[in-house]
């Protein structure tokens, strides 16, 4: 049944998104059709496509009353725009529909949960969010709520835990058949915990156990938890809030968790090896991962920063972007990342320098654009002392430019937006320790319009920025404080007919 609300948002998106043109947007990442987007919801494979459903305030380019965005895609590049799926049009979930996922049953339908939020009055003009997880089955464009929402509800969480924070269920179907899910949510102590809930049906949930607790280690609250087994691991990505920094590993506010360790299924408990961040650029947060049908595990995020969404004015006819989605591995106990490989196809127009000596500001024929696929290695010149600086520059002209600079002897690579043509006082630069063999560093740079995402060697780390400077500001240049010697391969990248 459609509502009222849903069929509101379906006309209004539809109007409004035609009018935004294609140069407007990035080529390969998804934005909302209109308005506001955040976290990647429900992201699976169904009917022979990727889905990807997306928090979503159709009406302005601003956070509202949530509702699920829905696009589909072939190569998780080209994305379609589906009908708004979800809008908060029920009693349980009027304040909202957060985040969630999505599987597919037996019977071929698809199952969504995700968070219902209803606003209640605690006391004078005092009122707090109660989040439940609730479910929607549907056949890829429309999705029916289930008449016996929420299925779980403040009943089925530990005593003492928030009612008001439990939130982003991420569920899994399992090698028998049955199915399993995570959610976020805080314990008595004001940080963060995962949940654990088991469903025969897909309907009936059941709590099983606290998966991890927080204990205050990464920040409060934990959102939108992930949990999948990969090389031989198993692997929980969280995105907690109120970060404090670690040295160079984790930085203030909403952060990325990447925890690698063993999962003993009985009890329910998950033993942590080893813990990272996901991203160490400045807008990444909000991962959600799926099994492809080739089995691979690829992962997006939503990439923004909530404390720098004033970078973009709420006048600009969409706001939010998904990141590349990007393939993941295990390798020594640690997350390895790649774009996913679909990426390759778009690539046309190579061009390519060998040992190009860079020792003050270099510009190579050819190497410009705003969406461009980069490898990039830099190395000590021959017979010269160690270089004290790097930097490449893109998003150039004589006003504006994003740069990513590296100082081998501190082993930092920063990624700096500063000079992009921001006017907000938010973040601009992150730092990085990275790993290299005396000088010698493996970059690859992909740039859509509005975004930079660097993995850095092979794939050991990543770093994403968005900028929105003028596309005229194309340029490309390196430099560097002492003499570097670089390798260049760079694409075009993009549909070309
Ligand atoms: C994370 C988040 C989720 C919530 C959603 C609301 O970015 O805060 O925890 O479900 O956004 O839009």
Redesign the pocket.
Known sequence: MTTQTLREARKYEEASGKLISKEERPDFHLTPRAGWM??PNGFSYYKGQYHMFY?YYPYESK?GP?HWGHAVSEDLLHWEYLPCALAPDEAYDRD?C???SAVVLPDGRHLLMY?G?LKEHIERDTYREVQTQCIAVGDGIDYEKYEQNPVLDEEDIPKGSSRFDF??PKMWKKADGTYACVV?NRPADGSGQILLYESADGFQWKFKSVLVSNCDRFGK?W??PDFFELDGKWVLLI?P?DMLPKGFEYHNG?GTVCMIGEYDEASGTFKEEHDQSIDYGIDF??TQTILSPDGRRIMIG?MQN?DACSMRSPEEPWFGQMSLPRELSVKNGKLYQKPVRELDALRYDKVVYKNVMVSEIVKLDGIKGRKVDMELTVRPQNGEELYRKFAVRFAQNDTYYTSLSFRPRESILKIDRKFSGSRRAIIHQRRSLVDHAGGELKLRIILDRFSAEVFVGDGEQVLSATMYTEQEADGISFFADGTANIDVVKYELGYRF
């Open positions: 955040n976290d928090q956070w949530m909202g957060f985040s969630g968070t939020v939130r982003d976020g609250m959102e939108c995105s809030q909403n947060y909000a939503w909530w």
